[in-house]
């Protein structure tokens, strides 16, 4: 085997140029114009082989997502604590392989009772060392968070989106930004949204809750929904 098929072997396992310099036992700079030349014939083959969704990653949620939401058992979609109290503000974050040391980052804040997504961060580019940062932060007021599968992210967030519209909300504007690190949507959600299966407001600290509660009455009679504000 050569040296270039050496190197496009050791980076199909993950190993940085560096690495791939010290197990080969030759210079960084031997090592580096191979990279490049490698990294470039990926993309001209990606490209004639038309649009492919980046590698995820990562996927985490926070827990206690499940709390009020009706799931299909067969899916195997795992809660480590469902009662964690977070009154149905769930949060996601994805990450996907932007180049071999840089990932692509979103993450969304959604409603899944009532309004649909409510915040989007990113999408950004990070390096693995600030997406731990940045993950920390992002569900620094949740208790925990745990790993999840791409589809159930992918439920809650689009699934939630689909839910707010027939109740009359849209997503948060930033959303089509960072939609596509989700991947495809199929336009058909397995999760029963709201709590128990019906409409529940709670009001947000930057929420207006009389037009929230007036959007709601469009469509539904009050016995159809429920809901708690704090009368500011």
Same mark, same amino acid.
């Given at each position: 085997?050569d040296?270039?098929e +050496?190197?496009r072997?050791?980076?199909? +396992?993950?190993?940085s140029?560096k690495?791939?310099a010290?197990a %080969?036992? $030759?210079?960084?700079s031997?090592?580096?114009? %191979?990279v490049?030349a &490698?990294?470039?014939?990926?993309?001209?083959?990606?490209?004639?082989?038309?649009? $492919?969704?980046a590698?995820?990653?990562?996927?985490?949620?926070?827990?206690?997502?499940?709390?009020?939401?009706?799931?299909?058992?067969?899916?195997?979609w $795992?809660?480590?604590?469902?009662?964690?109290?977070?009154?149905?503000?769930?949060?996601?974050?994805v990450?996907?392989?932007? @180049?071999?040391?840089?990932?692509?980052?979103?993450?969304?804040?959604?409603?899944?009772?009532? @309004?649909?997504?409510?915040? $989007? &961060?990113?999408?950004?580019?990070?390096d693995?060392r600030?997406?731990v940062?940045?993950?920390?932060?992002?569900?620094?007021?949740?208790?925990?968070? +745990?790993e999840?599968?791409?589809?159930?992210?992918?439920q809650?967030?689009?699934?939630?989106v689909d839910?707010?519209?027939?109740l009359?909300?849209?997503?948060?504007?930033l959303f089509?930004?960072?939609?596509?690190?989700l991947?495809?949507?199929?336009?058909?959600?397995?999760? @029963?949204?709201?709590?128990?299966?019906?409409?529940?407001?709670?009001?947000?600290?930057?929420?207006?809750?009389?037009?929230?509660?007036?959007t709601?009455?469009? @469509?539904?009679?009050?016995?159809?929904?429920?809901?708690?504000t704090?009368?500011r």
């Open positions: 085997m040296l270039k +050496q190197v072997e050791l980076r199909l +396992q993950g190993k140029p690495e791939i010290r %080969l036992k $030759v210079s960084p031997v090592v580096a114009p %191979l490049r &490698i990294a470039t014939e990926t993309a001209e083959s990606a490209e004639s082989a038309g649009p $492919v969704e590698e995820v990653a990562g996927c985490w949620i926070n827990v206690g997502w499940s709390e009020g939401l009706g799931l299909d058992p067969a899916r195997g $795992v809660d480590e604590a469902p009662a964690s109290g977070v009154g149905g503000m769930v949060c996601v974050l990450a996907r392989r932007h @180049t071999w040391d840089r990932l692509s980052v979103c993450g969304y804040l959604a409603d899944v009772y009532c @309004t649909g997504v409510k915040s $989007v &961060i990113g999408p950004d580019v990070l693995d600030d997406l940062r940045f993950r920390e932060y992002f569900f620094g007021e949740y208790p925990a968070w +745990q999840a599968p791409i589809e159930l992210a992918r809650l967030v689009f699934g939630s839910y707010a519209r027939t009359g909300f849209e997503p948060h504007e089509t930004l960072g939609s596509d690190l991947g495809k949507w199929e336009g058909e959600s397995v999760v @029963t949204f709201g709590r128990d299966g019906k409409p529940f407001y709670v009001e947000g600290p930057d929420d207006d809750s009389a037009k929230v509660l007036r709601l009455r469009r @469509t539904l009679s009050d016995d159809e929904f429920g809901f708690v704090t009368g």
